[in-house]
């Protein structure tokens, strides 16, 4: 079974940074390698929505509302993605989930709440 362990998340100003990360302890590194990482996001009363995901170094994609804000990555060795997330806004409140996905594999992590707030 494919266990992914969300941390990170918590309670920021608007303006704030946060730093997510998701570890995949169970998997070997070179199974690792040919998922495609990525976070979601589902905010109460909303359908969960992809925020960014990455196949490698020179590949991610981001949604429209967190470009040039947050920013993916992954690190095989560890068998960590993270994502940055700078300039929060109140509408990024949501619980952030990784995913991992490799043809018709496909995994979550329990979540981790990201709320933004004054």
């Known amino acids: 079974q494919v266990q992914l362990v969300e941390s990170g998340g918590g309670l920021v100003q608007p303006g704030g940074s946060l730093r997510l990360s998701c570890k995949a302890p169970?998997?070997?590194?070179?199974?690792?390698?040919?998922?495609?990482m990525g976070w979601y996001r589902q905010a109460q009363g909303k359908q969960r929505e992809l925020v960014a995901e990455i196949v490698d170094s020179r590949t991610s994609n981001y949604a429209d509302s967190v470009k040039g804000r947050f920013t993916i990555s992954r690190d095989n060795s560890r068998k960590m993605v993270y994502l940055q997330m700078t300039n929060l806004k109140p509408e990024d409140t949501a619980v952030y989930y990784c995913?991992?996905?490799?043809?018709?594999?496909?995994?979550w992590g329990q979540g981790t709440q990201v709320t933004v707030s004054s």
């Open positions: 169970r998997m070997i590194t070179s199974t690792f390698n040919q998922y495609v």
């Open positions: 995913n991992a996905r490799s043809g018709r594999n496909e995994h």
